[in-house]
């Protein structure tokens, strides 16, 4: 008899706990960033992509994100210009090298973007810390 209410008890508490838990995991609507809070959006046209094509989009990223650890690196400086330009670059790099590419060439692009920015990460993480946009 014990057992069995003691085993309720801990259902209690850890549901009630769950619970909790559960609520605090909502997400926000405010889709504001931390750093550098008039970064240029996302081109239209990625944001517009249907979910079969979303690997498009995907690669656009990874080009940003790479050579914004890039600029950031040749720079030594991380404002918020150099890490959050215009997308542009990226956009041309997208449209001239993949735009008619079949979905795996598109896949293997998207990892080699994604090893370059990681790699590029380790340098410009620092120089980011240092004035407060990471």
């Keep these: 008899m014990i057992r069995v209410v003691v085993t309720a008890g801990l259902i209690v508490v850890f549901g009630a706990t769950a619970g909790i838990a559960e609520r605090s995991l909502i997400p926000t609507l405010d889709n504001q960033p931390d750093v550098c809070p008039d970064q240029s959006p996302e081109p239209q046209w990625m944001q517009e992509l249907e ?13 940003y994100r ?61 120089i980011c810390e240092a004035v407060g946009n990471w």
Excluded at 51 to 63: D, G, M, N, P
Excluded at 76 to 96: I, L, N
Aim: aromatic share 10%; net charge negative; with cysteine.
């Design 51 to 63: 979910v079969r094509e979303s690997h498009k989009r995907l690669l656009t990223q990874q080009i």
């Design 66 to 126: 790479a050579q914004s650890m890039q600029r950031i690196v040749e720079a030594q400086s991380c404002e918020c210009p150099t890490r959050y330009p215009p997308w542009e670059a990226a956009e041309g790099v997208y449209f001239e090298n993949f735009a008619t590419s079949e979905y795996w060439e598109i896949v293997e692009a998207t990892s080699e973007y994604r090893r370059q920015a990681n790699e590029l990460r380790r340098e410009a993480m620092p």
